[in-house]
Every structure is written in C-alpha cells, then in structure tokens.
C-alpha cells in the first residue's frame, strides 16, 4: 500500500500524516505486506515531504509490515545523505525497511529552484544512482554510517527509459499508468533484468462506491488547469466544471479500479494477466477517512492478503 498523505479540506495538514500512521497500523493489522510513503514538496493536497522521518514514525508505530518510500526522489538529495538516512532506518526496524527511489522533480518551478534539485537528466540520476548503490553496498569511497548489517531492497520508479535502466541494473521496478499498456516495454524490462526481473505494478484501487473516486479525479482536474494540486474535497458528481475539467475527471474515472468487490477483483485479475505483476502497489484516496479504511478492509479480504 502507498500512502501519499493527502490533506483534506477543512483539516489542517498535520491530520494528514497522522492519518498516514494510522493507516499503515490498520495495513499491518489487515496483512498487507508493505507500506509506503511519498515524497512531495509544497503541494497543497500532499503532506509528506520527508519520506524518512515518515517512515520512521510509521515503523516505530508497527511491529512487522515492511516500510518503504514511493519514493525518495534521489534528484532532490545526495546520495551519501540518502544512504545515512536509510542505514539509520534499517538499525531500528531490522528486516523492514524497502527503498523505492524516483527521478521526478518539483511540482513547480519554484519549488524546483527551492530544492536546488539536480541530476534529473539520464546520466545524472544514473550516476547519483550507482553513488547511492555504492553506499549501500559498502564499495563506495566513504562508509556510510551505521553500516547496514543487511541489505535493503531497492526498488526503481520507472517509466521509459527509467524501465530500461532498472532490467540494465537488474532492479525492481515500479511502473504505473500508460506503461501497462505496453507490453513491448514490460517484455524488454524483463529481457533485460534476466532473473532479477520483479514488476510492481501501481493502481489506484479503491472498493465502494464509484462515487468516492471523485475526489481524487477532481483534485487531478484542478492540477491540470490552475497547476495547483489541492487537498481532497466531498464528492460532488454534479460540480460546476469546464469540458477540459470534466474531460481530465473522466479520465481519471477510467484509470481506476473502483467499484464493489466483484468489479475490482475482475479488473485487478486482468491488470495481472496483461501485465505479469509480480505484486501489486495500490493506492487510492478519498474525503472520506472511515470509507477509505472500508476499502482498505474490503481490498486486503478481496485479494487475501496474509495468506
């Protein structure tokens, strides 16, 4: 499960990670198997912005689930304060710790000139990226402390030749969106991986009513227009809208998986079919927190997680 601790209206931003917690004790509680956090910076409907210090409160609330970043965009960070932060994780929650790292940059342009990010290009992230393995494995020029006593799994974000670098590294990958609809470029992730090939496939995922999925549609929908990504508001199938809103709200509607359990469970078991996913990373949000934790409940029953 990725939780990306999506603010809501109404609701001061501090809700939103502590509702991040208390989620991923309820995953743990449900089965699931990992639980990840986002890192998004000065986004008004996100709140995550240090997927470390989320994650070390999420393991010290848990006992058991693996924890994890969706990732931790290594353009924004140097790799020696990546891999510190990561070993530091690692001693104290042994065993339970994954590394997902992404490329993408700031929401904006500010924001990008805010965080001074750098290496986005290819051969820059593939060289902060082999900095970053180095650190990890203890061959790089300087050790990063603790020095990890096991290794901790990487997992590359890709898309395009993000996916071709990580079947070259023979990294897992997390892919999503229109990607999935391209089995050349899933074939050649594996070509490329050989054995070390494992495809996680992203969706969001949410059981109820369709209905809920509006929330998450419409905030797409703003970003697209006014390029500011908002906190989650109630649903309102019959909101006042432009045709470009509406037409970005209905493609968002047919990304996702949502509907009751037979719906979702028919549509995730072809989301396998066609794509081969080794595991599945689903994600979802909406206004509504007990509903949102209904469909988590129902998700971990539909697709027996803990079994």
């Known amino acids: 499960m990725l939780d990306r601790s999506r603010t809501r209206a109404g609701e001061p931003d501090a809700a939103a990670v502590r509702g991040t917690v208390a989620r991923a004790v309820r995953a743990e509680q449900l089965g699931y198997h990992r639980f990840w956090v986002a890192e998004h910076h000065a986004v008004p409907g996100i709140a995550s912005g240090s997927p470390p210090v989320l ?16 990732g931790i965009m290594l353009p924004n960070h140097q790799p020696l304060v990546v891999a510190e932060q990561v070993a530091l994780l690692e001693a104290l929650h042994p065993g339970r710790i994954d590394l ?4 993408s940059p700031g929401f904006t342009e500010p924001v990008r000139r805010a965080l001074r990010a750098g290496g986005a290009d290819d ?3 593939r060289a902060a990226l082999d900095e970053l393995r180095a650190y990890l494995d203890g061959s790089g ?4 402390r603790p020095r990890l006593e096991h290794a901790v799994p990487l997992f590359l974000l890709a898309t395009g030749a993000g996916l071709r670098l990580a079947g070259d590294l023979g990294l897992p990958a ?24 494992h495809l996680v496939v992203s969706a969001d995922v949410l059981v109820g009513d369709p209905r809920l999925a509006l929330s998450e549609a419409w905030a ?3 970003a697209r227009t006014t390029g500011e990504f908002p906190p989650l508001e109630p649903p309102d199938p019959h909101r006042a809208t432009t045709r470009r809103q509406r037409e970005t709200v209905d493609r968002a509607l047919a990304n996702a998986i949502v509907g009751d359990e037979d719906t979702v469970a028919e549509r995730l078991d072809d989301l396998v079919a066609r794509t081969g996913a080794d595991e599945l990373l689903v994600f979802s ?15 971990a029953r539909l697709l027996g997680a803990g079994r």
């Not at 010290?60 to 693996?66: G, H, L, Y």
């Not at 020029?141 to 990063?144: D, E, G, R, Y």
């Not at 999935?180 to 070509?191: C, K, N």
């Not at 909406?286 to 129902?298: E, F, I, K, L």
């Open 55 to 70: 994650m070390a409160a999420v393991g010290a609330a848990t006992s058991r689930i693996r924890v994890g970043s969706g």
């Open 123 to 125: 051969a820059g992230f």
């Open 285 to 299: 949000s909406t206004h509504d927190r007990d509903a949102q934790a209904d469909s988590d409940a129902a998700l």
């Open 100 to 103: 997902g790292i992404g490329r």
């Open 141 to 144: 020029p300087v050790t990063a």
């Open 220 to 222: 797409h929908a703003s």
């Open 174 to 197: 997390v892919v999503g969106g229109p990607v999935l609809d391209d089995p050349a470029a899933l074939a050649d992730y594996r070509g490329r991986a050989g054995d070390a090939a």
